[in-house]
């Protein structure tokens, strides 16, 4: 049977004194991977629309990321599709995934404000629909 040999932990000094960046990995990398693309899509389809509903939206989103201490790089240019219906399908389908993996982190504050944005990009498809 083999038996993992045991060691010390190997301590570096750091070379560089300045405060450390701390990267945004595991459940809470998703999750402010998820918003940052959740913010996106709301902020398109605000300046498609103009509803001032979602600018609040992207400010409560925008504030959520702040809160997770989220340092994202720039997002790419991403091409959305031109119908209303089919942004705010993506925009519901980006919420869900915050919602799930809000959930799995216990993250209350999160969890309200995705099923918030579901229920709104629900509405406005049923509203666009009809």
Sequence with gaps: ??????????RRRALDTRAPVHAVSGLRGQLAGHLAAMLDVTRELHARTGDPLLADAAAALTARLGELGAQLPPRAA?????????????????AGRVLVVAAAQQDTRTAIL???????HTAARE????
């Design 1 to 10: 049977m083999y038996e993992q040999p045991k060691t010390l932990p190997v």
């Design 78 to 94: 991403v091409t959305y599709p031109g119908d209303l219906a089919a942004l705010h399908a993506q925009a519901f389908d980006l």
């Design 114 to 120: 995705a099923c918030r944005r579901m229920d709104f």
């Design 127 to 130: 509203s666009l629909t009809a």
